[in-house]
T-cell receptor, first 114, second 115 residues
Framework: DTGVSQDPRHKITKRGQNVTFRCDPI?????LYWYRQTLGQGPEFLTY????????KSRLLSDRFSAERPKGSFSTLEIQRTEQGDSAMYLC????????????FGPGTRLTVT | GESVGLHLPTLSVQEGDNSIINCAYS??????FIWYKQESGKGPQFIID?????DKRQGQRVTVLLNKTVKHLSLQIAATQPGDSAVYFC??????????????FGQGTILTVHP
Protein backbone atom coordinates (compact mmCIF):
# COMPACT_ATOMS: atom_id res chain seq x y z
CA ASP A 1 0.00 0.00 0.00
CA THR A 2 1.61 3.26 -1.18
CA GLY A 3 -0.72 5.52 0.76
CA VAL A 4 -2.53 6.73 -2.37
CA SER A 5 -6.14 5.59 -2.45
CA GLN A 6 -8.65 5.58 -5.27
CA ASP A 7 -12.38 5.07 -5.30
CA PRO A 8 -14.13 3.17 -6.71
CA ARG A 9 -11.82 0.31 -7.64
CA HIS A 10 -14.15 -0.85 -10.37
CA LYS A 11 -16.87 0.92 -12.32
CA ILE A 12 -19.15 -0.50 -14.99
CA THR A 13 -21.27 2.01 -16.82
CA LYS A 14 -23.35 2.23 -19.94
CA ARG A 15 -22.23 4.31 -22.87
CA GLY A 16 -23.40 7.89 -22.55
CA GLN A 17 -23.40 7.96 -18.76
CA ASN A 18 -21.19 10.22 -16.65
CA VAL A 19 -18.71 8.81 -14.16
CA THR A 20 -16.56 10.39 -11.46
CA PHE A 21 -13.48 8.94 -9.81
CA ARG A 22 -11.77 10.10 -6.65
CA CYS A 23 -8.10 10.06 -5.67
CA ASP A 24 -6.68 10.73 -2.20
CA PRO A 25 -2.93 11.33 -2.42
CA ILE A 26 -0.33 10.94 0.30
CA UNK A 27 -1.14 13.80 2.65
CA UNK A 28 2.04 15.85 2.37
CA UNK A 29 2.34 15.48 -1.40
CA UNK A 30 1.56 18.65 -3.27
CA UNK A 31 1.62 17.16 -6.78
CA LEU A 32 -1.10 14.88 -8.07
CA TYR A 33 -1.19 13.14 -11.44
CA TRP A 34 -3.79 11.25 -13.44
CA TYR A 35 -2.80 8.58 -15.94
CA ARG A 36 -4.78 6.18 -18.10
CA GLN A 37 -3.64 2.64 -18.82
CA THR A 38 -5.04 0.22 -21.37
CA LEU A 39 -4.30 -3.48 -21.45
CA GLY A 40 -0.70 -4.27 -22.37
CA GLN A 41 0.38 -0.65 -22.40
CA GLY A 42 2.19 1.60 -20.00
CA PRO A 43 0.31 4.40 -18.25
CA GLU A 44 -0.31 7.53 -20.32
CA PHE A 45 -0.25 10.94 -18.74
CA LEU A 46 -3.56 12.81 -18.61
CA THR A 47 -3.10 15.79 -16.31
CA TYR A 48 -1.44 17.00 -13.13
CA UNK A 49 -1.92 19.44 -10.30
CA UNK A 50 0.47 21.44 -8.19
CA UNK A 51 -1.64 22.00 -5.07
CA UNK A 52 -5.01 23.13 -6.47
CA UNK A 53 -3.66 24.43 -9.77
CA UNK A 54 -4.02 22.24 -12.85
CA UNK A 55 -0.73 22.87 -14.62
CA UNK A 56 -0.89 20.63 -17.67
CA LYS A 57 -3.41 18.61 -19.63
CA SER A 58 -2.60 16.01 -22.25
CA ARG A 59 -4.19 16.05 -25.68
CA LEU A 60 -5.66 12.71 -24.61
CA LEU A 61 -7.91 14.66 -22.26
CA SER A 62 -10.85 15.49 -24.49
CA ASP A 63 -13.53 18.03 -23.60
CA ARG A 64 -15.52 15.23 -22.02
CA PHE A 65 -12.87 14.85 -19.31
CA SER A 66 -12.47 17.25 -16.42
CA ALA A 67 -10.33 17.05 -13.32
CA GLU A 68 -10.38 19.09 -10.17
CA ARG A 69 -8.42 19.40 -6.97
CA PRO A 70 -10.37 22.13 -5.17
CA LYS A 71 -8.53 22.25 -1.87
CA GLY A 72 -5.19 20.91 -2.95
CA SER A 73 -5.85 17.55 -1.31
CA PHE A 74 -8.09 14.96 -2.98
CA SER A 75 -8.84 15.10 -6.70
CA THR A 76 -11.73 14.01 -8.89
CA LEU A 77 -11.72 12.97 -12.52
CA GLU A 78 -15.04 13.14 -14.34
CA ILE A 79 -15.83 11.65 -17.71
CA GLN A 80 -19.01 12.86 -19.35
CA ARG A 81 -20.95 10.95 -22.01
CA THR A 82 -18.70 7.91 -21.70
CA GLU A 83 -17.68 6.00 -24.81
CA GLN A 84 -16.47 2.42 -25.12
CA GLY A 85 -13.01 3.75 -25.90
CA ASP A 86 -12.87 5.22 -22.42
CA SER A 87 -12.64 1.73 -20.96
CA ALA A 88 -9.28 1.60 -19.20
CA MET A 89 -7.57 1.69 -15.82
CA TYR A 90 -7.39 5.22 -14.44
CA LEU A 91 -4.40 5.68 -12.19
CA CYS A 92 -3.63 8.45 -9.77
CA UNK A 93 -0.16 9.23 -8.46
CA UNK A 94 1.28 11.78 -6.09
CA UNK A 95 4.70 13.24 -5.37
CA UNK A 96 6.32 15.80 -3.14
CA UNK A 97 6.91 18.05 -6.12
CA UNK A 98 9.99 20.18 -6.61
CA UNK A 99 12.17 18.07 -4.35
CA UNK A 100 11.25 14.69 -5.76
CA UNK A 101 10.18 13.23 -9.05
CA UNK A 102 9.27 9.98 -7.33
CA UNK A 103 5.61 9.28 -7.97
CA UNK A 104 3.59 6.87 -5.88
CA PHE A 105 0.63 5.28 -7.58
CA GLY A 106 -2.73 4.26 -6.24
CA PRO A 107 -4.40 0.93 -7.11
CA GLY A 108 -6.38 2.47 -9.95
CA THR A 109 -10.02 2.54 -10.97
CA ARG A 110 -10.96 0.03 -13.65
CA LEU A 111 -13.65 1.53 -15.92
CA THR A 112 -15.69 -0.64 -18.24
CA VAL A 113 -18.10 1.09 -20.62
CA THR A 114 -20.69 -1.25 -22.10
CA GLY B 1 7.24 12.22 -30.97
CA GLU B 2 9.55 11.28 -28.13
CA SER B 3 9.04 7.81 -26.74
CA VAL B 4 10.36 5.22 -24.37
CA GLY B 5 10.36 1.61 -25.53
CA LEU B 6 11.47 -1.84 -24.51
CA HIS B 7 13.52 -4.35 -26.48
CA LEU B 8 11.92 -7.50 -25.06
CA PRO B 9 8.25 -7.81 -24.25
CA THR B 10 8.68 -11.06 -22.27
CA LEU B 11 11.40 -12.59 -20.13
CA SER B 12 11.34 -16.00 -18.47
CA VAL B 13 13.94 -16.97 -15.89
CA GLN B 14 14.53 -19.63 -13.28
CA GLU B 15 14.34 -18.79 -9.62
CA GLY B 16 17.74 -17.70 -8.39
CA ASP B 17 18.93 -16.44 -11.76
CA ASN B 18 19.74 -12.82 -12.42
CA SER B 19 17.34 -10.92 -14.69
CA ILE B 20 18.08 -8.03 -16.97
CA ILE B 21 15.29 -5.90 -18.42
CA ASN B 22 16.19 -3.36 -21.08
CA CYS B 23 14.69 -0.07 -22.18
CA ALA B 24 15.52 2.39 -24.96
CA TYR B 25 14.59 6.03 -24.77
CA SER B 26 14.69 8.70 -27.43
CA UNK B 27 14.43 12.01 -25.57
CA UNK B 28 17.98 13.17 -24.94
CA UNK B 29 16.63 15.96 -22.73
CA UNK B 30 15.18 13.52 -20.20
CA UNK B 31 16.87 13.96 -16.85
CA UNK B 32 15.27 11.33 -14.70
CA PHE B 33 14.31 7.70 -15.17
CA ILE B 34 12.27 5.30 -13.05
CA TRP B 35 11.57 1.61 -13.05
CA TYR B 36 8.17 0.44 -11.88
CA LYS B 37 6.84 -3.04 -11.16
CA GLN B 38 3.19 -3.72 -11.78
CA GLU B 39 1.38 -6.81 -10.61
CA SER B 40 -1.96 -7.84 -12.03
CA GLY B 41 -4.79 -5.60 -10.84
CA LYS B 42 -2.49 -3.21 -9.00
CA GLY B 43 -0.96 0.17 -9.64
CA PRO B 44 2.70 0.55 -10.58
CA GLN B 45 5.08 0.14 -7.66
CA PHE B 46 8.27 2.21 -7.52
CA ILE B 47 11.44 0.10 -7.69
CA ILE B 48 14.38 2.39 -8.31
CA ASP B 49 15.22 5.65 -10.02
CA UNK B 50 18.27 7.34 -11.50
CA UNK B 51 19.10 10.86 -12.54
CA UNK B 52 20.86 11.64 -15.78
CA UNK B 53 24.04 12.73 -13.99
CA UNK B 54 24.56 9.14 -12.82
CA ASP B 55 25.48 5.93 -14.68
CA LYS B 56 24.54 3.39 -12.06
CA ARG B 57 22.45 3.13 -8.95
CA GLN B 58 21.96 0.16 -6.68
CA GLY B 59 19.11 -0.81 -4.44
CA GLN B 60 18.18 -3.95 -2.62
CA ARG B 61 18.71 -6.76 -5.19
CA VAL B 62 18.20 -4.25 -8.02
CA THR B 63 20.59 -2.15 -10.05
CA VAL B 64 19.75 0.41 -12.70
CA LEU B 65 22.27 1.27 -15.39
CA LEU B 66 22.01 4.33 -17.60
CA ASN B 67 23.94 4.69 -20.84
CA LYS B 68 23.27 8.17 -22.18
CA THR B 69 25.50 7.66 -25.21
CA VAL B 70 23.14 5.07 -26.68
CA LYS B 71 20.06 6.19 -24.73
CA HIS B 72 19.66 2.87 -22.98
CA LEU B 73 18.41 1.98 -19.54
CA SER B 74 18.49 -1.43 -17.87
CA LEU B 75 17.18 -2.98 -14.69
CA GLN B 76 19.11 -5.85 -13.17
CA ILE B 77 17.42 -8.04 -10.57
CA ALA B 78 19.72 -10.33 -8.61
CA ALA B 79 18.63 -13.76 -7.41
CA THR B 80 15.20 -13.43 -9.00
CA GLN B 81 12.33 -14.81 -6.95
CA PRO B 82 8.83 -15.93 -7.96
CA GLY B 83 7.49 -12.81 -6.25
CA ASP B 84 9.36 -10.74 -8.82
CA SER B 85 7.02 -11.99 -11.54
CA ALA B 86 5.22 -8.92 -12.88
CA VAL B 87 5.26 -6.38 -15.68
CA TYR B 88 8.16 -3.95 -15.49
CA PHE B 89 7.98 -0.46 -16.96
CA CYS B 90 10.65 2.11 -17.47
CA UNK B 91 9.58 5.73 -17.45
CA UNK B 92 11.30 8.99 -18.18
CA UNK B 93 10.75 12.51 -17.04
CA UNK B 94 10.43 15.16 -19.70
CA UNK B 95 12.63 17.99 -18.66
CA UNK B 96 11.65 21.58 -18.35
CA UNK B 97 8.64 23.85 -18.42
CA UNK B 98 5.33 22.76 -17.07
CA UNK B 99 6.11 19.13 -17.86
CA UNK B 100 8.30 18.94 -14.80
CA UNK B 101 7.54 15.59 -13.21
CA UNK B 102 5.35 14.21 -15.99
CA UNK B 103 6.37 10.65 -16.76
CA UNK B 104 6.39 8.97 -20.15
CA PHE B 105 6.17 5.20 -19.84
CA GLY B 106 7.43 2.46 -22.09
CA GLN B 107 5.32 -0.50 -23.16
CA GLY B 108 6.47 -2.93 -20.46
CA THR B 109 8.26 -6.27 -20.12
CA ILE B 110 6.55 -9.29 -18.64
CA LEU B 111 8.91 -11.10 -16.27
CA THR B 112 8.02 -14.67 -15.37
CA VAL B 113 10.07 -16.46 -12.73
CA HIS B 114 9.82 -20.24 -12.67
CA PRO B 115 10.41 -22.05 -9.36
Amino acid sequence: DTGVSQDPRHKITKRGQNVTFRCDPISEHNRLYWYRQTLGQGPEFLTYFQNEAQLEKSRLLSDRFSAERPKGSFSTLEIQRTEQGDSAMYLCASSLGWTSYEQYFGPGTRLTVT
Amino acid sequence: GESVGLHLPTLSVQEGDNSIINCAYSNSASDYFIWYKQESGKGPQFIIDIRSNMDKRQGQRVTVLLNKTVKHLSLQIAATQPGDSAVYFCAENNKGGTSYGKLTFGQGTILTVHP
